[in-house]
Every structure is written in structure tokens, then in C-alpha cells.
């Protein structure tokens, strides 16, 4: 899945995010968001997008999440993307749960719901507007299957609320078949409120030379 907003294929449809890797994972955009030459604004309070069909991720054993975006609240939790309605209730479920912590970028949480896999939490201040996330998560046997990169460099995870920092997954649980919802849990709460460049969904692990590359792409789209 790619949705970039900067594309000018992106918005070729009223309220709809064309999904430009081909797949047909176009999202809707409820409560109008602002869309504008580079990114889609989002308010915090109701705007949202979910995906038009289901998005199934059952067949991967591992998959990266990279988002490019700027946080503009100060002090919320908020989420920024949740494969399911809520990874609380649905196993599979995975998503990235932000505290900007005035406007630096820290405790951050990805979650999936897996037997033994829960959240990680990670910081990192920036100094930067816009940033780019990469979150990979894994379901199989594998030392290194639960990792971040934050705008290409890779940090670790720490311990602070109780969280596991190991990178280690195991062989449980699987990734499900369902909607995909940017900037709030479900359409109901939670929400972001920023904007938000693009998201781009891989069904594998990428390299840390990928996720180089993709980062100096993301810069260079923007302008910045």
C-alpha cells in the first residue's frame, strides 16, 4: 500500500485517497480533511480516513509501516495508524500510538496483538517538523522481527511503562484481514491531529538500506 499526497494521482476522486501501489487500497477521507499540495491535514477532533475495503495482511510473516508526517497538538496521545478498530479486541491488530510530548517526538508506542508480542515503547526528540516512522513487526521466530527506525535511524526501545524492549518475536498469531484507519482508533477517538505526508505498507521486513533510501525520497518530495 502507498498513499502519498504530495502525487498528483492521489486525489483523483472526491474524499478519496488513491492507493498508488496498484493494490486498490483507497482509503476515504471522513469529515474533510484539508488536502493540500504536499500533505492531508488532519483536525484532532473528527477527521479521519479509513480503507474503502478490507486490507488483508493475513498471508505476510513480516511487514513495515513507514508514515511521513508532522504532529501539531502538543501534549495528546493520539493515534496515527491502527490495522483493525482497536488492537485491544482483535487479535492480529497492529497500529502506532503517539505522545508528543510538546511538540518532541517521544513515547511513542507500536503495538500488535499477538500471544507474547505486545507493545514497544520508544523515544526520540526532534527538531524537525516533519518525520518519518518505521515500524516493523513481525509474527514468526526471529531475533530481530520487531524493530524502529526513526527518520532512517534505528533506535531502542526502552522499558519505561513496563513495556518489553527485546526485538525478539515468536511464532504466534498472525496478521488478520480488515480496515486499515489513519489518524484516529476506529472513527471514534483518538484522534490526530497533524499532517500527514503518506503511508506506505510492505509485506516484508525492509532493510535498513531500504528505509535509507525511502527517508531521502520522503525529504527530497517535500522539499525540505
Known amino acids: ?55 488483508d495482511l493475513s498471508k505476510y510473516d513480516s511487514i513495515t509501516v513507514e508514515a511521513y508526517f508532522e504532529i501539531t497538538d502538543s501534549n495528546n496521545i493520539s493515534i496515527l495508524f491502527e490495522h483493525t478498530s482497536s488492537w485491544n479486541n482483535n487479535m492480529g491488530g497492529f497500529g502506532l500510538a503517539l505522545n508528543n ?8 508506542l507500536f503495538h500488535t496483538n499477538h500471544t507474547s508480542q505486545s507493545g514497544r515503547n520508544y523515544f526520540k526528540v526532534s527538531d524537525k517538523k516533519f518525520n518519518t516512522h518505521t515500524n516493523i513487526f513481525s509474527k514468526i521466530q526471529k531475533t ?11 533506535l531502542e526501545f526502552t522499558s519505561d511503562g513496563g513495556y518489553d524492549t527485546s526485538t525478539q518475536t515468536n511464532a504466534n498469531g498472525q496478521f488478520t484481514n480488515d480496515y486499515m484507519y489513519i489518524a484516529s482508533r476506529g472513527g471514534e477517538g483518538i484522534f490526530f491531529k497533524g499532517n500527514l505526508v503518506g503511508l506506505r505498507i510492505y509485506g516484508k521486513a525492509l532493510s535498513q538500506e531500504e528505509i535509507g533510501k525511502n527517508y531521502e525520497l520522503d525529504k527530497r518530495n517535500l522539499n525540505i
Open 101 to 108: 510530548n510538546g511538540y518532541s517526538l517521544a513515547q511513542n
Open 144 to 154: 530481530d522481527g520487531r524493530l524502529v527506525y526513526f527518520n532512517a535511524e534505528p
Open 1 to 55: 500500500m502507498w498513499l502519498d499526497a504530495g502525487n498528483s494521482r492521489s486525489f483523483i476522486k472526491e474524499n478519496i485517497w488513491h492507493d498508488l501501489s496498484g493494490n486498490g487500497n483507497d482509503f476515504y477521507l471522513y469529515n474533510s480533511p484539508t488536502i493540500s499540495e504536499k500533505y492531508v491535514s488532519f483536525n484532532g477532533i473528527n477527521q479521519y480516513a479509513k480503507s474503502i475495503n478490507k486490507l
